[in-house]
C-alpha cells in the first residue's frame, strides 16, 4: 500500500452523537417512543427520527432544514441508529415533530408516571453531587 493512495472519506463527528444516543438510551426515551410512535409503518421508524431530533438538540440545536442539510451529515447517526443513507429529510423530520405533539406524546409520558432516573444518595446530599 502506497501512503500516496490513502485518502479519508466522510469524515464524522462521533463523540457528541454517541454521548447524545447514550443519554436516550439510558432515559429508555428509546422505549417510550418505540411504544407510541412506531405503530405506523415507515421507511424508518419514526422513534429513531425522535431521537435524531432530541440529539440534534442537546448538540447543536437548529430548524428541521438545518438538520438536513448541515448538521446530520457530519454525526455518525446513521450508523448508530441504523438509518439508511437518504433517508432523513426536512419532511419527514417536520412529520415526526407533529407525531410527538399528538397527545400520545410527552403528555403520555407524564400520565404513565414516567421519570428520570436518578441515582441512589443519602439523604442530605443532592443526587447531581459526587461522592
Known amino acids: 500500500m502506497l501512503i500516496q493512495h490513502v485518502r479519508l472519506e466522510r469524515t464524522r463527528h462521533l463523540g457528541p452523537a454517541l454521548l447524545g444516543l447514550a443519554l436516550w438510551h439510558q432515559l429508555r426515551l428509546n422505549e417510550f417512543f418505540a411504544a407510541r410512535l412506531d405503530d405506523a409503518a415507515a421507511d424508518v421508524p419514526w422513534s429513531r427520527i425522535a431521537a435524531v431530533l432530541a440529539i440534534n438538540r442537546l448538540c447543536a440545536p437548529g430548524s428541521e432544514l438545518a438538520i438536513e442539510e448541515r448538521w446530520y451529515p457530519t454525526t455518525a447517526l446513521d450508523d448508530l441508529l441504523h438509518i439508511p443513507e437518504g ?3 426536512d419532511s419527514r423530520l417536520y412529520r415526526t415533530r407533529f407525531c410527538q405533539a399528538r397527545p400520545t406524546g410527552l403528555s403520555a409520558w407524564r400520565r404513565a408516571g414516567w421519570t428520570v432516573p ?6 442530605d446530599e443532592p443526587w447531581w453531587s459526587s461522592r
Open 87 to 89: 433517508a432523513i429529510n
Open 118 to 123: 436518578r441515582p441512589s444518595s443519602s439523604a
